[in-house]
C-alpha cells in the first residue's frame, strides 16, 4: 500500500481510504494479504482488464488535448514484436528515446502464440506491435515499416555458399524456420512454398530469431529471412548472404497500432521515432 500510495503521489492513508470505498462499491475486498504483501481477490482480477481500459480511455482525453512532451515524461512505452528485426533497429529506437525522453521508459515484449496483441493494444498494454502478417487485422491502425527481400543466410563454407544453387539443393537442404508467434500467422516463406505445392526440410524450428544465426556457425542449416536481418549478421560472423534460387514475395513488416491512441500526441510520438529508426537503417 505504501509503494502504491508513492507510485500515486498521494498518502498512505488517503489510498487506504480509497481502498476501502472500492470494496464498499464492489462488495468484495479485491486485495487481500499474501505472503509477499496484497494479492487481488478473483473479483480484482475479473474487473481488472476493464477498469485499466476506462483508465486508459481518460487518459487518452487528456493526450488528445495536452501537447506531449518527450524531455518532461516518465512514461512507460511498450512495442510488442518478435525478435526477426535486425538489433540495430531497436538500438536506434532506444537511442532516440533516450535522447529525446530521459525520463521515460521502454517496454520490448515479445510476441507469441499465447499473446493476445490485438486485445493488449485494445486495453492500453501495448503501444505498437511490429509484424510481418501477410493480412494483418483491418481494424487495426497500420503503416508499411519495411519491405524487404528474402535471402538464404548460411556459413561461409557451407557446401552451397558458393557456385551452383538450384531449387532442388534449396528444398533438399536442411532449414531453421521460424516458429509461427502468432495462431493465424504463417510465414511468407511457407506460404509461398505451398502455393508452389513443394516443401523443404524443416530440421530446426526457433522461437528466437536472433539466435538463428549462431546456429548456422557450425551446421550444414540455411536459414531464410529479410535481407536486413541477414546482413546485419553477415557483417558480424563468417556467414554469406545468397539470394535464393526460388522467387519469393517480399516480407512486408507493418507497425500497428490501435484507434484509442491513434490522435494521441504521446503515441504519435512514439511512432514517428520508430519510423525514425526505420529511415536510418534502409538509408
Request: one cysteine or more; a neutral charge.
Amino acid at each position: 500500500m505504501t509503494r502504491a500510495a508513492v507510485k500515486l503521489e498521494q498518502s498512505q492513508p488517503a489510498v487506504s481510504l480509497a481502498l476501502g470505498k472500492l470494496r464498499e462499491i464492489f462488495s468484495d475486498q479485491l486485495l487481500v494479504r499474501g505472503r509477499d504483501g496484497m494479492v487481488p481477490t478473483e473479483r480484482a482480477l475479473a474487473i481488472l482488464p476493464r477498469a485499466q481500459a476506462l483508465l486508459a480511455d481518460l487518459t487518452g482525453l487528456v493526450d488528445a488535448t495536452a501537447p506531449f512532451d518527450a524531455s518532461s515524461s516518465n512514461h512507460s512505452f511498450t512495442i510488442a514484436s518478435p525478435d526477426y528485426m535486425a538489433p540495430v533497429f531497436l538500438s536506434e529506437i532506444v537511442d532516440q528515446i533516450r535522447r529525446k525522453a530521459p525520463n521515460a521508459s521502454l517496454v520490448i515484449r515479445a510476441l507469441g502464440p499465447d499473446f493476445d496483441f490485438e486485445g493488449a493494444l485494445a486495453r492500453g498494454d501495448v503501444d505498437v506491435v511490429i509484424g510481418n502478417w501477410p493480412s494483418p487485422p483491418a481494424y487495426l491502425k497500420r503503416s508499411i515499416l519495411l519491405q524487404d527481400d528474402i535471402v538464404c543466410l548460411m556459413r561461409d563454407s557451407h557446401s552451397l555458399a558458393q557456385g551452383e544453387f538450384s531449387e532442388a539443393d534449396y528444398l533438399a537442404a536442411a532449414h531453421i524456420v521460424p516458429v509461427a508467434y502468432s495462431m493465424a500467422h504463417r510465414g511468407v516463406v511457407e506460404t509461398h512454398l505451398s502455393s508452389l505445392r513443394v516443401s523443404r526440410a524443416r530440421t530446426v524450428a526457433l522461437s528466437y530469431f536472433t539466435t538463428a544465426p549462431y546456429l548456422l556457425l557450425q551446421s550444414d542449416l540455411i536459414f531464410s529471412t529479410s535481407r536486413h536481418f541477414a546482413s546485419y549478421f553477415a557483417g558480424l560472423l563468417p556467414l554469406v548472404v545468397r539470394q535464393p534460387p526460388i522467387e519469393f514475395p517480399q516480407m512486408v513488416f507493418h507497425m500497428l497500432w490501435h484507434d484509442r491512441s491513434h490522435h494521441s500526441p504521446m503515441h504519435r510520438w512514439l511512432r514517428e521515432i520508430i519510423m525514425q529508426a526505420r529511415n536510418r537503417i534502409i538509408s
